[in-house]
């Protein structure tokens, strides 16, 4: 894990930034640095696991309630599956994952950020965010669940009054 940390991190590093010029080289690698060490207080690697860790549970739990043959093989077989294919595939969500910081932080803005993630506050919330996140989007369905019989009453009700108009 720690040699794949290392590589990741120093692809990051020397990957080439998009459209830039000499005058602007020193400027990208700054950033670069900053996301970089953004990355490395918010363990990133780590929280790519927790990712994929969701991700798990999420595919067991669609495809054993929509496989009428569930069974402890197919959790395995899905278990594996969805892991295989993230492990394989983390370097690129990780530099994805730099270029939407580079998009939309400074670098000194990125600095101040991880600064933050080193306090205890900051560990906290990675520990947590993750879970927090799922909880949201669990909320997130259950209101709209919740919302549905008076959505389409709306809906049922805005139709049958165009259909006596037209």
């Known amino acids: 894990m720690h040699l794949l940390r ?3 991190f120093a692809v990051l590093l020397l990957l080439p930034i998009i459209s ?11 950033k670069r640095a900053a996301v970089v060490e953004l990355l490395k207080a918010t363990e990133a690697l ?13 595919a067991k739990e669609h495809y054993l ?5 569930s069974s402890k093989k197919l959790a395995e077989i899905v278990t594996q599956e969805v892991k295989s ?9 990780l530099l994805e994952v730099a270029r939407i910081w580079e998009r ?5 803005e990125l600095r101040a950020l991880a600064t933050f993630y080193r306090k205890p506050v900051g560990q906290k919330i990675l520990k947590l965010l993750p879970e927090i996140f799922n909880q949201e989007l669990d ?14 009453d709306g809906i049922k009700t ?5 259909k006596r108009t037209l």
């Open 6 to 8: 290392q590589t990741v």
């Open 20 to 30: 830039v010029t000499p005058a602007h080289a020193d400027a990208a690698a700054d």
């Open 46 to 58: 780590d929280m790519t696991s927790k990712i994929i860790g969701i991700a798990v549970r999420k």
């Open 65 to 69: 309630k929509s496989n009428r043959q």
């Open 85 to 93: 294919a993230m492990e394989e595939d983390r370097g690129w969500y």
């Open 104 to 108: 939309n932080f400074s670098a000194e």
């Open 139 to 152: 909320l997130g369905a259950a209101w709209s669940e919740r919302l549905m019989p008076r959505i389409q």
């Open 158 to 162: 805005r139709i049958e009054g165009k």
